[in-house]
């Protein structure tokens, strides 16, 4: 009942720019934390930005001052601004929203963790 999902990634050159944006969808009251994470081949999911509802945001030391994460609490929705690409930060990004509060058609369900199915992000040298 509860989806998130990301728009298309792409495959930019080194220096460049691409927005990436994620949508949750369901009938949802609240979302507590959204972010994202990337993976890269061979190596662990790693935390990319975050942000709570209150608009606190978090980043990874690797992307300050090049990634900018911005929500819509109104729409639910979560974007990633990222500028200054290097060739590192290819890997696929994924949405995070962690304690979604929704309505079930007959109560109330909060669900921790939640991810999307992932986009491609592809920076060439």
């Known amino acids: 009942q509860v989806r998130l999902v990301e728009s298309e990634g792409g495959l930019v050159q080194s220096g460049g720019s691409l927005r990436l944006s994620c949508a949750a969808s369901?009938?949802?009251?609240?979302?507590?934390?959204m972010g994202w994470y990337r993976q890269a081949p061979g190596k662990q999911r790693e935390l990319v930005a975050t942000?709570?509802?209150?608009?606190?945001?978090n980043y990874a030391d690797s992307v300050k001052g090049r990634f900018s994460i911005s929500r819509d609490n109104a729409k639910n929705t979560v974007a990633l601004q990222m500028t200054s690409l290097k060739p590192e930060d290819t890997a696929n990004y994924y949405c995070n929203a962690d304690l979604i509060t929704y309505w079930t058609g007959s109560g109330y369900r909060s669900i921790n963790n939640y991810w999307g199915q992932g986009t491609q992000v592809t920076v060439s040298s």
């Open positions: 369901g009938s949802i009251v609240s979302i507590n934390v």
């Open positions: 942000i709570t509802s209150g608009g606190s945001t």
